[in-house]
T-cell receptor, first 115, second 109 residues
Framework: NAGVTQTPKFQVLKTGQSMTLQCAQDMNHNSMYWYRQDPGMGLRLIYY???????DKGEVPNGYNVSRLNKREFSLRLESAAPSQTSVYFCASTRTVLSGANVLTFGAGSRLTVL | GQQVMQIPQYQHVQEGEDFTTYCNSSTTLSNIQWYKQRPGGHPVFLIQ?????EVKKQKRLTFQFGEAKKNSSLHITATQTTDVGTYFCAGTNAGKSTFGDGTTLTVKP
């Protein structure tokens, strides 16, 4: 059972280049999320998808786009990378337990450096 | 918007000492979750608290949810080197979760 799989694990870009981070989950979860984590900071939500066919902005959506390709896959695209987007990116998906709260299962992360 | 503050940011302890991290929300929460992230790893779910005043234990870890459902704490008794990492709380309100900035624990053998 793979859980949440992210690719690539590492990427170095030059300013202005574009790239897509891929995420897939095999747990039949409805909701998927993209977070970024900067040193000494918590996880900040970029975009999320509550269900297949829907996407919504999180706290820090500027400079990113997302696609919920199907129930399993949720991709994050940087159209024109900037040094401020150097970060570790985590994809997560949720299952619902007990009172309906969402417990997040995270992928291993994608470390992106923009020069 | 909802804010979740977590203190301290860093904690260095000698192995065997206790450790506590605190989480405070600007709004009343429907639930709170705790996650652990090992160095170089990804956050892993530890526990969820839902009820006012709830206390849960996992071996040496004790989790509490405040009576007003606006604060929570994680206490580790007699830390071990395997406890190192960053502990995050995540508060949920109106279906949205907000993470604290985490407390990074280092344990000196």
């Amino acid at each position: 059972n793979a859980g949440v799989t992210q690719t690539p694990k590492f990427q170095v870009l030059k300013t202005g280049q574009s790239m897509t981070l891929q995420c897939a989950q095999d747990m039949n979860h409805n909701s998927m999320y993209w977070y970024r984590q900067d040193p000494g900071m918590g996880l900040r939500l970029i975009y999320y998808s509550a269900s297949e066919g829907t996407t919504d902005k999180g706290e820090v959506p500027n400079g990113y786009n997302v696609s919920r390709l199907n129930k399993r896959e949720f991709s994050l695209r940087l159209e024109s990378a900037a040094p401020s987007q150097t970060s570790v990116y985590f994809c997560a998906s949720t299952r619902t337990v007990l009172s309906g709260a969402n417990v997040l299962t995270f992928g291993a992360g994608s470390r992106l450096t923009v020069l | 918007g909802q804010q979740v503050m977590q203190i301290p940011q860093y904690q260095h302890v000698q192995e065997g000492e206790d450790f506590t991290t605190y989480c405070n929300s600007s709004t009343t929460l429907s639930n709170i979750q705790w996650y652990k992230q090992r160095p170089g790893g990804h956050p892993v779910f530890l526990i969820q608290l839902v009820k006012s005043g709830e206390v849960k234990k996992q071996k040496r870890l004790t989790f509490q949810f405040g009576e007003a459902k606006k604060n929570s704490s994680l206490h580790i008794t007699a830390t071990q080197t395997t406890d190192v990492g960053t502990y995050f709380c995540a508060g949920t309100n109106a279906g949205k979760s907000t993470f604290g900035d985490g407390t990074t624990l280092t344990v000196k053998p």
